[in-house]
């Protein structure tokens, strides 16, 4: 039962994609070590995904999250950070980060959510920063890490 419910939510999740507003932005000193972010929004879903490539600042990071702030923002949002580095990223800008998310949370919350989802062990560390981050601010959006994407999914659609 538990593979045919994944299979039906991964199933709307491909739907969702031909209903999806589309938007790649990109900003960085060298076009070769330029880092993508493409953020897919699907409005009946209620789900915004962010796909971050290359190496990314926490200034960006922080443009990122006040442009999703700024329309009106789903109550689900993932960061797939497989395909990024974010080796610049220091503790205290994380701790900058999510204060800035809190600022701007109450529009989500209380039944807002954010997964992330990192593969390499690096950007897994700095999503347990930030999970730990959000217990201590007791931040009103859930976050919560995920190593994979379908879990992340799973989580969201639940």
């Avoid at 999740?13 to 070590?33: G, L, P, S």
């Avoid at 690096?122 to 379908?150: C, D, Q, W």
């Amino acid at each position: 039962m538990a593979v045919s419910l994944f299979a039906f939510k991964m199933e709307d999740f491909q739907q969702a994609w031909e209903n999806v507003e589309k938007t790649w932005i990109a900003r960085a000193d060298c076009e070769d070590q330029m880092p993508d972010i493409t953020v897919l929004t699907d409005r009946e879903k209620d789900l915004t995904v962010h796909v971050v490539a290359g190496n990314i600042t926490a200034f960006q990071i922080e443009e990122e999250i006040k442009r999703f702030y700024q329309n009106t923002p789903t109550q689900n949002l993932l960061w797939d950070l497989r395909n990024a580095d974010l080796s610049e990223i220091k503790s205290d800008e994380v701790k900058k980060i999510l204060s800035l998310s809190l600022s701007l949370s109450p529009t989500r919350a209380p039944d807002g959510k954010t997964a992330l989802v990192a593969s390499s062990d690096m950007e897994f560390g700095v999503g347990r920063i930030v999970e730990n981050y959000t217990e201590i601010y007791k931040h009103p959006i859930r976050i919560r890490l995920f190593r994979s994407f379908a879990e992340a999914m799973r989580w969201l659609c639940q």
